[in-house]
């Protein structure tokens, strides 16, 4: 059995902050945000609006576009750091309640920014390995909640969103993932963290930006070209190229160190700002509604976070089986 990325959905919520209400209460510009993030605009979720809320939504989406019966999911997976509860419940559990899905199998990983990749890998050895047949995987984020608004120097990267993805399995290993590849090192801990989630001052997330910029780069880079090489790809083989959205700088130095042409780089970070585990997925579906993503459209995927971790994937889009 092989596992195949079969459909792709996201929730984009209505509010749009732009870098004005930055400007408005702390000492930056929007000059500043755009030339050293690229960012003008995050999306924000309403205030009775939950991580599940997001991840449902975005669920939905890619339930419909895999036309298959929502019963037949027989695994949820679900990557946040910005989860409804602090330990339990997950936001896996609440999210298969919301969709109906019966006494599914459901939990969440915590890998940050490379949550989404994760959980990929996680579909794909439960797939493999013959336990689960359709695994619904989520990166949702509310990162609002965790967000101090008063540190001008994280405060505007990040936004609240979701996307989802199924997985499924297929005994067509032309349309299988063909590989995703995870890494973290713990010792650099203290680059991003939430020291306690949903308490007081220590509630917010805390990140030593410029040192996160300079490993995100020279990580990315080589987790990159160590899956290329291992696979034998080179960049002609791989038609988008989508990168976390965590700051434009990053994406363009990964990219150039790398070689990839504009037309193959996925950027979304401009629009929604750093959404963590739901940046990719995001940027997926963006391709799928865009046209860019069509069956057989091979992907490469890479994301940096808190932990730290990292990782990259190499996949076709397989809507069809
Ligand atoms: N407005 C104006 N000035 C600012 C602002 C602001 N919002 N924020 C910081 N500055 C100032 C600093 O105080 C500093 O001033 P100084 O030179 O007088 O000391 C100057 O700007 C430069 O600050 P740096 O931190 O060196 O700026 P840098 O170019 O590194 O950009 C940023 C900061 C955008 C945070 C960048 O470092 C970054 O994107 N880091 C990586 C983020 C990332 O990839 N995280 C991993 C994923 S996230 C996750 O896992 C949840």
Redesign the pocket.
Known sequence: MYASFRSVGACVPDEIRDNQW?TQR????DE??IK??GIKQRRIAKSDEQTSDLGVKAAQVAIKRANIDKKQIDLVICAT?SPDYMCMPSTACLIAQKLDLGHVMAFDISA???GFIYALSIAKAFIESGMKKNVLIIGAEK?SNIVDYTD???????GDGAGAAIISSTENKDEAIVDVQCSSDGSLND??MTPAVHSDELSC?Q?K?????KI?VRTLTSDVQKIMEKNNYNNDDIDLFIP?Q??Y??IKAVGEALGFKESQKVLTVEKYG?T?SASIPMAINECYEDGRLQPGTTMLLD???????WGSAIMKFSPNI
Do not use: P, V
Not at 209 to 213: K, L, S, V
């Open positions: 930055f702390l000492d930056t510009s500043w945000i050293r993030t750091i940050a920014c490379t990162l001008r120097t994280t405060c505007m990267l990040f680059l991003l997330m990140m930006g410029n040192e996160t910029f995100a976390h965590a700051n700088r990053i750093n963590s994301a940096f976070g808190g932990g730290l971790t």
